[in-house]
């Protein structure tokens, strides 16, 4: 069962409202490479798995439970982008602009819509994620090839992402999601090492030098390109598999270690503009 | 952060494979009111929340942590009643039969296909869960009211779904589900009760006794009916709401209370007719 | 504005339950060439109407309210088709057996968990209704050329679908559609004959022999074949099209009429098992 | 059968084109919430019902004939804000600048390529309109209760729309559907009370003050929140539900009363650029 | 089986990189009457065709195998399109600036996160191809009359979005495809001539003077709006039906001509910052 | 550009009408890892292709080229499973009984409504092929190690979907494939041995023995599995590749052959219960 301590995996770092940059980082979030597909296939993986080398199934698990911290924290960063973005209410504006006609030029209209200047289960193109994308064929190879292109896809399009806006809250978390990403790439290609396959310099995917960007030095230096965090309250087998060489042409050692301390969840005020919460006259 | 000790939020009865009820069961998994909706909804629900009304979020990811064992628990479910349930190996029948044409007939033919005899993220008519059904429009009446819609479907899908076989697997799943669905249920109509509304006699919906359904008395003396387990690892508001009187037209008192013990997750043997795991030769 | 009176524009001829001619039944509905599709197009098509010659626009908007009444028929049939088709309630039968689980074999299982044995907005494999079928480019020839294949494509699916159940609900229904698309058909091969064309021995498509169809007889009779019924409450120009030779090489002359008297909505009964509708305690 | 008089449920009132208001108003025609959505929905509540209650029935398809005018004047209303939106024809200006390109650039471009700058059956981010979003579970509450929530999240979308536009013929008929919406909330919200419910202060949903929206004053005035209209050519029970006191915050004595005047259908001029309707060289 | 010799079947006129109108012009690569769907459509009719009357089938698999080129070409305008529109690498602008934020304010975004700036099989709004577009009912004369609707449709569509850019790489293939689509609509026309239609004038639809668009002319001049191209390597009954006058009230006569000699296919250079191809370091 | 010449790349071997058999061998044509997919993932990614080492185009678009010829064998296959696996038409049976009532208890219903008993563009679940599942992110590692996956789930699935009928025509088309698709998967993984990757014992994927396929036995003699067939009529740089040492586990050398001699494409004969082609009365 699953149990839950408040605090984001990695920090909301403040900069200005960004509706564009919001509606793209939705990729990251809701679309087919997204960290919604990532959490649903190792879930499904790790609950259908078959066969005695559990300590497979440990790791499908382990990796599991950090991309719903991982679901989170891009939430809670599209909130960032999206909070304060539109104008104020009926009546505070002359009649030949509305609050809101500039905030939805280059924003998905779905976010002030159906959402209260929130997040959306939904990709950078505004269609909503799909339980088809979801591999589980139940044969380990298989599953854990996919695995590797679905964490390098991962990584190729938020480095892509990264470049639509320079907005420092976009791209502290694009920052810590591509340094998890390697972490996972290597995980998965770990797991295949233990089945025989030698990589020579092919990961990571893309081909990059994660030293142009920033914002990912400080989690290269903590090293977490090559740990996986553990949120097991009971025994795992995931250290027979992760530990010894990376399969990065950086190279490193693997390792398992605790998660992160916990970040604060930001606060998210009234929008009185959106009926959100709503509740302002029930407890007044 | 999202924390997992391992082990099921009620036990998986044994009963002889029933593809056909595995077929149907999916829509408590992957349907438009399924587990996975309910799951999904709450997430969003509380990530995105607005508003100084902090006991609400609290609320919405306590049923959200409790939906992530409910996915687990159908998932597997599904898993029982799909193992063993297809013939043996190429080879091992005549020309006339192959092993597994009679078990296709009434199956979804992607839970052979796509999955290894196991669980997939879609409908009882195969549509791939859609990220389209999550609710979440940030005015807490409209998202609660919603709630209540959605747990009191579930539990009129369940009690249909319950009609369509007699596998015990099948009805201990369904039973549990259905009290706890009641609960849910209970729990945002109590919550729209501190906002002022008087329900009457409306609840539960539908309007069944649930003493009809065997599977469902034990945990109705239990209490789960009016009760809402705890998964966090750290202090909540949730007792702010559900104390007191529940809104069920059949009375009682609303406790919070420590989840249940885990109940094994059953092994899945290694199945070389779907090459799952099909990491034979190399191990041995 | 659109007014009702209640009544069907053709019986419902009573037979056994038949829930697989149900399920083949919903394409007849809700799918791509089916009764919501016409609607919906020729709804689209005359609000969205261009230009001077409005005796088109009457046309189209004519069109569109027989399709009203054409998918309330088939809800109906449908409806009649599921209506009884399950068992009883829990308890009322053995261990081994649901009361459902003999319906579902061959039947649309949504029908019975989504629906209280009542019609869906889907088509015969389930796919829900999509907007993306609505043809409507503005451009009049080329909305009314897809005009007629919607309608061929209709009664050629229509003779298909007739040869899956000889029930006489069903049979009924479909001859009486079968007359009516044909007639719809002659409609838009019409109105592109004001514009030059010389259809010659091109329609009906199919290239069949209605005498056939033992259902369709008494409407022919009618002369339901080249007949466009009035729904309107105002004055049509309808009738400056629908005029002199019709455009079918089984020849005669088009008219437009009075719509057919009002057949009984049959009454659907308490389904208790489906807890539908649910308000037995309430009233009583 | 269904009836038509010519004319619109509100008036269309003049102003320039705003084709990026054309786009997000999709969302109240072929939005998950919009109005294909509610006309659908009480469609087949209405013809799929079951048990004795037809007074619920009644009502049911009272709403659902008011939605097919809802559905008729968004048409319109979006007709009217992309009419002349786009330049002039090939040729009329220079190579650098074609007449269409600064058209689109926060426009739907389906509205100019599938549509002749008009009305398609999608919502505002272009998803078209899908089956799946009708609710008709065939048990009564579950149903109504849906309903409510269906009202509640349309009207709370339209008064978020509301603010993406200053343009006066989006914000009147947002204005009409915003007081129409709130008296279909009451319309639920009351016959659910028949059933015993107090909803105290619960409604309206979203808890806002009607009076901030100066096109809603005149509605109010005549009382249009608290009135269901009538399109029946023969008796309805529906007065038995709607009478008395209004289940809104706001008060009010519920009426069922005779459907406003028709307003004229604005005539859309040919659109040559657009080849539409192309039938120019053939009547003249 | 399926022969290829490099080369395209248009030139790739060159100009300056046009995102918004390489967004537009997905609706004739991807779009539901792009060119993938002629090619799907004619590929399925062909392949299941039934009866003796080969010429047909001939006629339908040689559209068929101009579609595979055209699908080619708009592919390769759409990257011509797109190379280059984006900035440089992390690191060459200021912290206020990043490369692609301008380049995906009139794009879709997904150009940019799905492909390297190259094509995708999606339409002008985002949605993916669908295989539910294709039409095959395996009626021959409703497959043709859909397939004068389908190319019809295609030109109508083409010469609206010729409209939204003066770019010449957009104007050179959407101007050839516009001859082409004619050429198709009257070859199925002739077909169904052959069955005894008389078509006056309708054709082309829509009416429009192939003159106004400057880069038909070439090709109108060459003939090819009455030729059908032959691509196969053994012999072929098509001219059977391709002959004499042409059904288009342009008049003029039908032949089978030999394919235009091929045009080169462009290179598309390394993109770095999109980590395409993503070899450098490997081979050097 | 594309030329053919008429003929199948393997035998139609005759058996009965199998019509389940044909419902699930649809997610060989139309899913999600079937042959459409393979086609226009390679037909995208050859376009697409960005960068100087061309032989990797040339091979990408090899194997395009073969899975054209692909598709029409399943195609071939699905119409020979249909074929004259419906009843006779009207009139010939009792009332009791309609001639297809049987034949669609176990079949995809669409294979006797859209289509004229004949393949449609959909999985074994019905769902419509779907664009979004092509992948090309332009990143060439990234894009082979999809192509690896694509492949290997390939061969998985149809080892899955031979158990599910003994039919020979089903079976020997699976079998040609199924070698084949080990064939591509060593295309693929020959490729990154190139980029420095040792496999190990790695593939096949999955971990199968092919001799217990006795259908698959004459191919492996052959050196099918070994082999890329060359479909270019101009030189290609294919060989630079596929020459040496077989990326296989059980070993062998690539080649590049001619492709197999062609087979003949079965005549489909009318059926005019279906209307199809329907052309019966007009030519004789």
Known sequence: MYYYKEGLIN???????????????????????????????????????????????????????????HVELVQSTINALLDESGGAGVGDQGVDRAPLDEAIKHANPHHYIMGAQSSLPVDAGGNPWNGSWVYNHGNLIADMLNNVVLESTGVLQKTRIYEMSSNATFRETLGFL????????????KALETLGVDWAKLFPV??????????????????????QFNFRLDPTRIGE?????????????FTVTQPPNEFPVPDLPDMPNEHSPGLVDMFH
């Not at 770092?13 to 990532?38: C, H, I, N, S, Y």
């Not at 998890?180 to 998965?188: E, G, L, M, P, Y």
Request: aromatic letters at 12%.
């Open 206 to 227: 893309p081909n990059y030098d994660i030293n142009k960007y920033p914002e990912c030095r400080k989690f290269v230096e903590m090293g977490f390109h090559n740990t």
């Open 11 to 69: 920090e909301i770092k403040p900069d200005k409202p960004d509706p564009a940059a919001a509606k793209v980082l939705q990729e990251t979030l809701g679309g087919q490479f997204g960290e919604m597909r990532t959490m649903m296939q190792y879930f499904f993986q790790s609950s259908n798995f078959r066969g005695k080398e559990k300590q497979f199934r440990d790791l499908l698990r382990g990796v599991f439970l950090e991309e719903i911290a």
């Open 178 to 189: 591509i340094v998890r990403d390697n972490a996972h790439q290597n995980v998965f290609a």
């Open 241 to 253: 598999i992760l530990q010894g060489k990376s399969p990065s042409r950086n190279g490193g050692e």
